[in-house]
Protein backbone atom coordinates (compact mmCIF):
# COMPACT_ATOMS: atom_id res chain seq x y z
CA UNK A 1 0.00 0.00 0.00
CA UNK A 2 1.48 3.50 -1.07
CA UNK A 3 1.54 6.32 1.35
CA UNK A 4 -1.00 8.36 -0.12
CA UNK A 5 -3.44 4.84 -0.24
CA UNK A 6 -2.89 4.65 3.41
CA UNK A 7 -3.79 8.48 4.13
CA UNK A 8 -6.85 7.99 2.14
CA UNK A 9 -7.70 4.93 4.21
CA UNK A 10 -7.24 6.86 7.84
CA UNK A 11 -9.41 9.64 6.37
CA UNK A 12 -12.08 7.35 5.00
CA UNK A 13 -11.99 5.32 8.42
CA UNK A 14 -12.16 8.79 10.46
CA UNK A 15 -14.73 10.29 8.48
CA UNK A 16 -16.98 6.71 9.16
CA UNK A 17 -16.09 6.44 12.31
CA UNK A 18 -17.20 10.52 12.83
CA UNK A 19 -20.59 9.46 10.71
CA UNK A 20 -21.14 7.31 13.43
CA UNK A 21 -20.38 9.28 15.95
CA UNK A 22 -22.69 12.17 14.91
CA UNK A 23 -25.71 9.49 14.00
CA UNK A 24 -25.52 7.96 17.60
CA UNK A 25 -25.62 11.11 19.66
CA UNK A 26 -28.10 13.38 17.32
CA UNK A 27 -30.82 14.64 19.65
CA UNK A 28 -34.12 14.31 18.16
CA UNK A 29 -37.20 15.84 19.44
CA UNK A 30 -41.00 16.58 18.07
CA UNK A 31 -41.62 20.19 17.60
CA UNK A 32 -44.96 20.04 18.13
CA UNK A 33 -44.70 18.94 21.20
CA UNK A 34 -43.47 22.31 22.36
CA UNK A 35 -47.18 24.26 21.04
CA UNK A 36 -49.76 21.39 20.27
CA UNK A 37 -52.59 22.15 22.12
CA UNK A 38 -50.83 24.52 24.34
CA UNK A 39 -51.45 27.62 26.14
CA UNK A 40 -50.09 30.32 23.81
CA UNK A 41 -47.34 31.67 26.95
CA UNK A 42 -46.84 28.02 27.81
CA UNK A 43 -46.11 27.44 23.92
CA UNK A 44 -44.48 30.71 23.95
CA UNK A 45 -42.14 29.67 27.26
CA UNK A 46 -41.36 25.79 25.88
CA UNK A 47 -40.43 27.27 22.40
CA UNK A 48 -38.25 29.67 23.64
CA UNK A 49 -36.10 27.38 25.88
CA UNK A 50 -35.65 25.18 23.09
CA UNK A 51 -34.65 27.97 21.07
CA UNK A 52 -32.08 29.02 23.68
CA UNK A 53 -30.74 25.24 23.75
CA UNK A 54 -30.64 25.31 19.83
CA UNK A 55 -28.58 28.82 19.86
CA UNK A 56 -25.58 27.80 21.93
CA UNK A 57 -23.23 30.44 22.00
CA UNK A 58 -24.75 32.10 18.52
CA UNK A 59 -24.86 35.95 19.86
CA UNK A 60 -27.71 36.41 17.12
CA UNK A 61 -29.57 33.83 18.20
CA UNK A 62 -29.40 34.64 22.07
CA UNK A 63 -30.04 38.02 21.36
CA UNK A 64 -33.26 37.14 19.39
CA UNK A 65 -34.44 34.51 21.65
CA UNK A 66 -33.34 37.54 24.59
CA UNK A 67 -36.11 39.95 22.52
CA UNK A 68 -38.88 37.74 22.51
CA UNK A 69 -38.09 37.51 26.33
CA UNK A 70 -38.10 40.74 26.57
CA UNK A 71 -41.08 41.66 24.30
CA UNK A 72 -43.17 39.42 26.23
CA UNK A 73 -42.45 40.55 29.45
CA UNK A 74 -39.43 38.41 30.72
CA UNK A 75 -36.83 41.08 31.00
CA UNK A 76 -34.78 39.33 33.66
CA UNK A 77 -33.92 36.57 31.21
CA UNK A 78 -33.29 39.13 28.31
CA UNK A 79 -31.19 41.53 30.09
CA UNK A 80 -29.09 38.06 31.07
CA UNK A 81 -28.76 37.31 27.54
CA UNK A 82 -27.88 40.58 26.45
CA UNK A 83 -25.03 41.10 29.35
CA UNK A 84 -24.09 37.64 28.68
CA UNK A 85 -23.11 38.92 24.74
CA UNK A 86 -22.29 42.05 25.94
CA UNK A 87 -19.26 40.64 28.04
CA UNK A 88 -18.51 38.37 25.12
CA UNK A 89 -14.48 39.28 23.96
CA UNK A 90 -16.15 38.64 20.45
CA UNK A 91 -18.71 41.31 20.62
CA UNK A 92 -19.35 43.18 17.49
CA UNK A 93 -21.16 46.54 16.14
CA UNK A 94 -23.88 44.40 14.88
CA UNK A 95 -24.72 42.93 18.28
CA UNK A 96 -24.50 46.20 20.08
CA UNK A 97 -27.51 47.23 16.96
CA UNK A 98 -29.92 44.12 17.45
CA UNK A 99 -29.80 44.91 22.00
CA UNK A 100 -30.14 48.62 21.48
CA UNK A 101 -33.23 48.08 18.57
CA UNK A 102 -34.84 45.79 21.20
CA UNK A 103 -34.55 48.19 23.61
CA UNK A 104 -35.75 51.12 21.30
CA UNK A 105 -38.71 48.72 19.71
CA UNK A 106 -39.97 48.14 23.94
CA UNK A 107 -39.78 52.28 23.86
CA UNK A 108 -37.09 52.45 26.19
CA UNK A 109 -35.29 54.90 24.59
CA UNK A 110 -32.56 55.85 27.59
CA UNK A 111 -31.36 52.34 27.18
CA UNK A 112 -31.33 51.76 23.23
CA UNK A 113 -29.58 55.71 22.55
CA UNK A 114 -25.80 55.08 24.60
CA UNK A 115 -25.74 51.26 22.86
CA UNK A 116 -26.33 53.00 19.46
CA UNK A 117 -23.64 55.32 19.98
CA UNK A 118 -21.93 52.83 21.07
CA UNK A 119 -22.20 51.02 18.14
CA UNK A 120 -21.95 54.24 15.68
CA UNK A 121 -17.95 54.87 17.27
CA UNK A 122 -16.94 51.29 16.06
CA UNK A 123 -17.30 52.07 12.69
CA UNK A 124 -17.14 55.55 11.60
CA UNK A 125 -18.41 54.57 7.53
CA UNK A 126 -21.62 52.60 8.53
CA UNK A 127 -24.00 54.21 6.57
CA UNK A 128 -26.54 51.61 7.40
CA UNK A 129 -25.79 51.51 10.75
CA UNK A 130 -25.78 55.70 10.69
CA UNK A 131 -29.52 55.65 9.22
CA UNK A 132 -31.00 53.13 10.67
CA UNK A 133 -29.75 54.70 14.21
CA UNK A 134 -30.60 58.28 13.10
CA UNK A 135 -34.04 56.74 12.18
CA UNK A 136 -34.36 55.53 15.92
CA UNK A 137 -33.30 59.28 16.43
CA UNK A 138 -35.97 60.73 14.67
CA UNK A 139 -39.11 58.44 15.94
CA UNK A 140 -37.69 59.31 19.34
CA UNK A 141 -38.26 63.20 18.41
CA UNK A 142 -34.32 63.80 18.31
CA UNK A 143 -34.26 65.16 15.30
CA UNK A 144 -30.97 67.20 15.32
CA UNK A 145 -29.06 64.22 15.61
CA UNK A 146 -31.34 61.92 13.26
CA UNK A 147 -30.53 64.31 10.34
CA UNK A 148 -26.77 64.53 11.64
CA UNK A 149 -26.75 60.50 10.63
CA UNK A 150 -28.75 61.25 7.73
CA UNK A 151 -26.20 63.38 6.37
CA UNK A 152 -23.32 60.87 6.95
CA UNK A 153 -25.15 58.21 5.75
CA UNK A 154 -26.11 60.02 2.40
CA UNK A 155 -22.53 61.20 1.89
CA UNK A 156 -21.76 57.60 1.62
CA UNK A 157 -24.49 56.01 -0.38
CA UNK A 158 -26.82 58.82 -2.08
CA UNK A 159 -28.23 56.11 -3.92
CA UNK A 160 -29.31 53.60 -1.29
CA UNK A 161 -32.72 53.38 -2.08
CA UNK A 162 -33.11 51.54 1.33
CA UNK A 163 -31.92 54.85 2.81
CA UNK A 164 -34.60 57.07 1.23
CA UNK A 165 -37.51 54.28 2.45
CA UNK A 166 -36.56 54.61 5.99
CA UNK A 167 -35.97 57.80 6.66
CA UNK A 168 -38.91 58.86 5.03
CA UNK A 169 -40.82 56.36 7.17
CA UNK A 170 -38.88 57.91 10.34
CA UNK A 171 -40.64 61.00 9.20
CA UNK A 172 -44.11 59.48 9.29
CA UNK A 173 -43.39 58.10 13.43
CA UNK A 174 -42.78 54.51 11.46
CA UNK A 175 -39.89 52.31 13.30
CA UNK A 176 -36.80 50.96 11.02
CA UNK A 177 -36.47 47.41 10.99
Avoid at 20 to 47: I, N, Q
Avoid at 51 to 66: F, P
Wanted: glycine share 8%.
Amino acid sequence: MTRSNALYAIAAFALGATTVLVAKTKVTFDPKAYYAGAEPKKASAALLTQAETLAGQDSWERIAVGRVAYMSGDKQKAEAIFESVLSSPKLGKGDLYRIATVYAAAKEWAKAKPMFERALAMDKDDDTGMLKVGCWYNVNGERARAEELFDGAFAHSPEAVWHYILAAGSYAGVDPF
